[in-house]
């Protein structure tokens, strides 16, 4: 089996509470959820077995889906801690008939550890299919990999996370639904690849203390035919094996609630009325955008029509820079007079020769409103014409945020929020011991010093050889001590 493409990963704390079922072969263990914060992760190259359809051809808007009344807030969910390494979880969305083909752009879910004893770490896949898993097309399987994809790390003890898979906007290769499975759907799962300890496949769950485990709702189950889970096979894997909704999963082994779960995603066709479609013999039909890229045409623009447009006349808009002006010129005219031609077919009432709006710096920072040119030239994401920083928000850059014992690549506000130390842009924490303090009274690394350290001296009193020994002189003691005092507070 073929594995995907990004993630986005989001944390918080989780409260444990009682049990909230009993029997089912998932071992289900009720947690509360306090509001998660969020980070991302992107990834970009996505193959596909169809042509890219130009983004620029509709401007629909995006639609979320999900099975579940979950808002992914704060609130109480049931962590399905006897699901096993291998097994995947999934929910099928339906889409109407006229809005293929789309674009999937996100794939949320929630996991959860609870009163973890250690650092998690879990390998992942997730996979999406035109359809349903067991008579759908699968379109794209992509797996954590830690250098293209992060694998999920939680740090221990009882946390939830948002596993958020998304494609750079501005990578030209998507995931596209085109509804050749006739379903009218399309379905999300995502797979655990690796647990720390995976136990033995209904026989004994996977150690709750040292894993993470998928999340389901406490609304009760509301769509059993659209949840779906994937089981492994084993000696005494009586609810069964392989591909299976909740309505086909035994009633002794299936969740209370729906996978908090969801996605979103974006109709690429939102021209209904067709226009000139122009083939390498100049003829032309009359097509809607999608069915002239199909049958290899090439699209002119909205409002034409074959009766009054001539195909291959190279007449077009064209932006002249010099004047700010746009005229109707063919190809070589255009160049002629300095211009850039926007391509045959296309009018000056439908073009924008010159967008100015806002630019998102790597930095974070929007400035604006910008041409698009000036926001290329420092190296900057274009928001689109008439765009304002008041109404955009820029990606924030990704650093190492250390903690006292673990490091994760998150925003600076998303460090602040897990009481975390960041370090700067760019720094990621596979590039080395970026955590590392360069104060010797901050033992534990994490940029400050405070009792944490203190408690470090103390512990390790009296020892020779040790860290802990500040000031060289052989032995953990008093000066260390006072050493610590001495410099209290933020390592600078």
Known sequence: MQTLFIALLISSAIAPVSNAEVGSRLDPVAVVLPTPSTFKATFTNIQTDKLSLNRSLGTCPQVEVA?????????????????????????????????????????????????????????????????????????????????????????????GIILSVGIDPSDSEQIYIYNDSGMNSYTVAFRIDHHNLPGNPCISSPDQNRNAFPCTDTSGLQFPQENWIDAVTGTWCVCGSGWMTFQDFPGICTPSGDWVLRSAYTPINCTVAPAACCFTDDSCQDLSPTDCALFGGTFSA?????????????????????????????????????????????????????????????????????????????????????????????????????????????????????????????????????CMSSCEED?????????????????????????????????????????IIGAWGECS
């Open 67 to 159: 099975l579940t009344d979950s808002d992914f807030g704060d609130g109480a969910y049931v962590l399905q801690a006897g699901f096993a390494e291998g097994e995947s979880f999934g929910a099928t969305f339906a889409v109407p008939e006229s809005e293929f083909p789309i674009r999937v752009d996100v794939m949320d879910a929630l996991f959860g550890t609870s009163n973890a004893t250690i650092q998690t770490v879990t390998q992942w896949t997730v996979k999406v299919w035109d359809g349903t898993p067991t008579d759908g097309i699968l379109v794209a399987s992509f797996s954590s990999d830690d250098i293209l994809l992060p694998h999920l790390v939680m740090p221990p003890g009882t946390n």
């Open 302 to 434: 909205d409002g034409t029509a074959c009766a009054t447009y001539t195909c291959n006349s190279g007449v077009g808009a064209c932006c002249v820079p010099s004047t700010g002006n746009c005229v109707e010129f063919e190809l070589d005219t255009c160049t002629t007079v300095g211009g850039t031609h926007m391509g045959e077919g296309t009018t000056c009432a439908q073009t924008t020769c010159f967008p100015e709006g806002a630019c998102c710096l790597p930095d974070g920072a929007c400035v604006g409103p910008v041409s698009l040119d000036t926001c290329n030239a420092v190296a900057g994401t274009f928001q689109g014409d008439g765009t304002g920083c008041g109404s955009v928000t820029c990606p924030q850059p990704i650093g190492a945020c250390c903690g006292s014992a673990w490091c994760l690549d998150l925003t600076s506000l998303d460090c602040a929020a897990v009481g975390g130390a960041w370090t700067s842009a760019g720094t990621l924490c596979d590039e080395g011991d970026v």
């Open 443 to 483: 033992l534990d690394g994490d940029g400050l010093i405070n009792v944490t350290d203190l408690l470090t001296v103390v512990g390790n009193w009296g020892l020779t050889d040790n860290d802990a020994d500040i000031d060289g002189s052989g032995t953990v003691d008093t000066p260390d001590l006072l050493a």
